[in-house]
């Protein structure tokens, strides 16, 4: 009896060991390994303003969703966000009609990138141009305290945060101008960024930094074009990336939609594999999941289009497409996309291997989250 006892325990610790393990082999279906892969922006206070997203999760299983405080193409400060109470109940609504846990997303960045305000209820905060130039860690980590608390009430566990672009160009209309950027140093970067992804990390929050390989010097915004920065950027611009990544190498990366022809004679950053495979991966040895920029700005979608930035992306070694839905909106995006890469995987221009790949770092790290 004993042994037919321990037999049955044993088994049953394969099976749930085998469960939530890595996809390794074909069992595992590969809508939903492609569905996680998706994370999409949406309209509505709960999910019954909503009928796509309450679709996407429950039917294309897509992996995140990301919220916005102000909607773009309607101009309109309503979006997702009105006050603390609505947040938490919203973020609860999407964990539970999803089987899989969901990544939410949100950009607290602090200062003028702050989804989170103080007129819908949260506590104030300053931005990274603010506690760069008081360079006091101290005083960054008792911020980065309140924010990642803030963001783990509610039920966020993505933050696209701290920026460690260096503000190489302090007219540059997307992070110099807007306050994002610690510095021009990247040992003050290094500081004050390493201070906010402690404070996450112990809040249980994904910080995500970016946006590689380094938007500083940029005199373009990509939201509304191409950025070259050919002949801005400097090498140094990777040195927070090499040493945050060698110091936290679970944390996620954001990749900047910026050419830089030195680096790829003809792809923004986003879509080279060269970029994000050989330096990202390669150099500086990351393993953790990456994230795109949105893909709907208008310096990936005016210049390649849908289903090519899609492939191009996936294959660059993007783990997780971001579609905002905040630069234009599109309803149906979700279903759009898992079509594209499901076509593209089928046809061999997307190796499946790809796909297993970027699910398994989602799946370990959604598991490091401990989420739901």
Same mark, same amino acid.
């Given at each position: 009896?004993?042994?037919?006892?321990?037999?049955?325990?044993?088994?049953?610790l394969?099976?749930?060991?085998?469960s939530?393990?890595?996809?390794?082999n074909?069992?595992?279906?590969?809508?939903?390994?492609?569905?996680?892969?998706?994370?999409?922006?949406?309209?509505?206070?709960?999910?019954?303003?909503?009928?796509?997203?309450?679709?996407?999760?429950?039917?294309?299983k897509?992996?995140g969703?990301?919220?916005?405080d102000? $909607?773009?193409p309607?101009?309109?400060?309503e979006r997702n966000?009105?006050?603390?109470d609505?947040?938490?109940?919203?973020?609860?609504e999407?964990q539970?009609?999803?089987?899989?846990?969901?990544?939410?997303?949100v950009?607290?960045?602090?200062?003028?990138?702050?989804?989170?305000k103080?007129?819908?209820?949260?506590?104030?905060t300053?931005?990274?141009?603010?506690?760069?130039?008081i360079?006091?860690?101290?005083?960054?980590?008792?911020?980065?305290?309140?924010?990642?608390?803030?963001?783990?009430e509610?039920?966020?566990?993505?933050?696209?945060?701290?920026?460690?672009d260096?503000?190489?160009?302090?007219?540059?209309?997307?992070?110099g101008?807007?306050?994002?950027?610690?510095?021009?140093?990247?040992?003050?970067?290094?500081?004050?960024a390493?201070?906010?992804?402690?404070?996450?990390v112990?809040?249980?929050v994904l910080?995500?930094?970016?946006?590689f390989?380094?938007?500083?010097?940029?005199w373009?915004?990509?939201?509304?074009?191409?950025?070259?920065?050919t002949?801005?950027w400097?090498?140094?611009?990777?040195?927070?990336?090499?040493?945050l990544?060698?110091?936290?190498?679970?944390?996620?990366?954001?990749?900047?939609?910026?050419?830089?022809?030195?680096?790829?004679?003809?792809?923004?950053?986003?879509l080279?594999?060269?970029?994000?495979?050989?330096?990202?991966?390669?150099?500086l040895?990351?393993?953790g999941?990456?994230?795109?920029?949105?893909?709907?700005? $208008?310096?990936?979608?005016?210049?390649?289009?849908?289903?090519?930035?899609?492939?191009?992306?996936i294959?660059?070694?993007?783990?997780?497409?971001?579609?905002?839905?905040?630069?234009?909106?599109?309803?149906?995006?979700?279903?759009?996309?898992?079509s594209?890469i499901?076509?593209?995987?089928?046809?061999g221009?997307i190796?499946?291997?790809?796909?297993?790949?970027?699910?398994?770092?989602?799946?370990?790290t959604?598991?490091?989250?401990e989420?739901?």
């Amino acid at each position: 009896m004993k042994y037919i006892l321990s037999l049955f325990l044993i088994c049953l610790l394969l099976f749930i060991s085998y469960s939530f393990s890595p996809a390794e082999n074909n069992d595992l279906d590969l809508d939903k390994m492609i569905g996680q892969m998706v994370m999409v922006g949406f309209r509505g206070f709960d999910i019954a303003e909503s009928d796509h997203i309450k679709r996407d999760i429950q039917d294309h299983k897509i992996g995140g969703v990301i919220l916005f405080d102000y $909607d773009v193409p309607e101009s309109i400060p309503e979006r997702n966000i009105k006050n603390p109470d609505q947040v938490q109940n919203l973020i609860a609504e999407l964990q539970d009609i999803s089987v899989n846990p969901l990544f939410i997303a949100v950009d607290q960045e602090g200062g003028r990138v702050t989804r989170l305000k103080v007129q819908h209820g949260f506590p104030e905060t300053v931005s990274a141009d603010y506690l760069g130039k008081i360079n006091h860690p101290d005083t960054t980590k008792k911020h980065a305290d309140i924010t990642a608390g803030v963001l783990n009430e509610m039920g966020f566990n993505v933050n696209f945060a701290p920026v460690v672009d260096l503000n190489i160009n302090p007219e540059n209309p997307i992070i110099g101008k807007l306050g994002r950027s610690f510095g021009a140093e990247p040992d003050l970067v290094n500081v004050h960024a390493e201070a906010v992804i402690q404070s996450h990390v112990r809040h249980n929050v994904l910080p995500v930094v970016k946006h590689f390989p380094g938007h500083g010097s940029a005199w373009n915004d990509t939201h509304v074009g191409m950025a070259d920065v050919t002949d801005t950027w400097i090498a140094a611009e990777l040195d927070p990336y090499r040493y945050l990544l060698h110091h936290h190498p679970d944390i996620g990366v954001m990749t900047a939609h910026v050419f830089n022809s030195n680096l790829d004679a003809d792809h923004p950053a986003t879509l080279s594999n060269h970029i994000q495979f050989n330096i990202l991966r390669g150099t500086l040895g990351f393993k953790g999941v990456l994230f795109s920029d949105d893909m709907q700005m $208008d310096a990936i979608r005016s210049y390649y289009g849908l289903e090519t930035a899609v492939k191009k992306a996936i294959n660059a070694g993007v783990d997780v497409l971001v579609f905002a839905n905040n630069s234009v909106y599109d309803p149906d995006i979700a279903p759009k996309v898992i079509s594209a890469i499901k076509a593209f995987v089928e046809s061999g221009d997307i190796s499946e291997e790809r796909i297993k790949e970027a699910y398994n770092r989602i799946i370990e790290t959604k598991k490091r989250l401990e989420l739901p």
